[in-house]
């Protein structure tokens, strides 16, 4: 089994040991070290490289983002973010933390962000099916007609599949990682939204947020908001909000109905 190595940052001792203590009954999970200010994490995180990293926000000499910051360039951990504090919550996204624990957590709470963690790591850690992965998808979306992306390569457990494109109502990103939703399933792969966005075809597929493209197929409503912003509601009742950064797109929507 393959273990991952675990880093936890935050100032206060008693924080330290409740995660330690709950990781201790993980063993997918080790933790190599501990570090109580944002000067001591940056440091210890460019020395050990862990999989991933608890980070406590409000800290001495650096803050939890002033550490993303200062280490991003140079190593990637998964980033699960515990703070008292709930302010922080959309920022800590914005940075691509996979989770944002709310002290005083509970174990269920803790065990649903390791999860998590868990996941993410456990497709990091197939490079060759990843690479194959790529290669083939590279293979789908160059297809010697020229065309656009007709099918999309994923990997469930155990086995691989291809999606149609058709059958997907949007894409949805966080970081590198998109989620491919059909009426029926959810799939997730890992890939830049901008650079899928190229491989679509623009007649049906449109950005409508930095997180999100959307199947104009099925698109039944789009309400404009007071503020520029407008909702677009799915087939399938989901909604989502096509921000004003890609109000120019609007003119794909508008072709379909005049």
Same mark, same amino acid.
């Given at each position: ?6 880093l ?18 993980a ?13 001591? /994490?940056?440091?210890?995180?460019l020395?050990? &490289? ?10 001495p000499?650096?803050?939890g ?18 703070? /008292? ?16 624990l ?10 649903q ?5 868990q996941? &993410?790591?456990?497709?990091? /850690? ?12 590279q293979?789908e979306?160059a ?11 994923v990997?469930?457990t155990?086995? *691989?599949?291809?999606?149609d ?27 830049s ?5 190229? &491989? ?17 197929d ?12 407008? *909702? ?6 989901q ?7 890609y109000?120019?797109?609007?003119k ?6 005049t």
């Amino acid at each position: 089994m393959t273990t991952y190595r675990s880093l936890i940052i935050d100032d206060e001792l008693l924080a330290r040991q409740a995660i330690r203590t709950l990781l201790k009954t993980a063993p997918a999970f080790e933790v190599i070290d501990e570090a109580a200010n944002g000067t001591e /994490a940056v440091l210890k995180i460019l020395q050990h &490289r862990p999989d991933l990293v608890f980070l406590d926000i409000q800290m001495p000499e650096r803050d939890g983002f002033e550490v993303m910051k200062a280490i991003w360039g140079y190593h990637q951990p998964i980033v699960v973010f515990t703070t /008292a504090y709930d302010q922080y919550a959309l920022q800590a996204f914005e940075v691509n933390a996979i989770d944002y624990l709310l002290k005083p957590f509970n174990e269920i709470r803790f065990f649903q962000a390791l999860n998590r963690v868990q996941e &993410r790591l456990d497709q990091r /850690a197939q490079p060759q099916v990843d690479a194959l992965m790529g290669q083939l998808l590279q293979e789908e979306t160059a297809p010697a007609d020229g065309s656009y992306l007709r099918r999309i390569l994923v990997k469930e457990t155990g086995k *691989m599949c291809l999606v149609d494109t058709n059958a997907i109502l949007y894409f949805d990103a966080d970081g590198n990682y998109i989620t491919l939703h059909t009426e029926g399933k959810n799939y997730l792969i890992y890939e830049s939204l901008t650079n899928l966005e190229t &491989r679509l075809n623009p007649d049906t597929f449109v950005r409508i947020h930095r997180s999100h493209i959307v199947n104009l197929d099925y698109v039944t409503e789009i309400e404009m908001h007071f503020n520029g912003e407008y *909702m677009v509601r799915l087939r399938n009742g989901q909604q989502l909000k096509w921000s004003r950064s890609y109000r120019d797109n609007l003119k794909a929507f508008y072709s379909r109905v005049t």
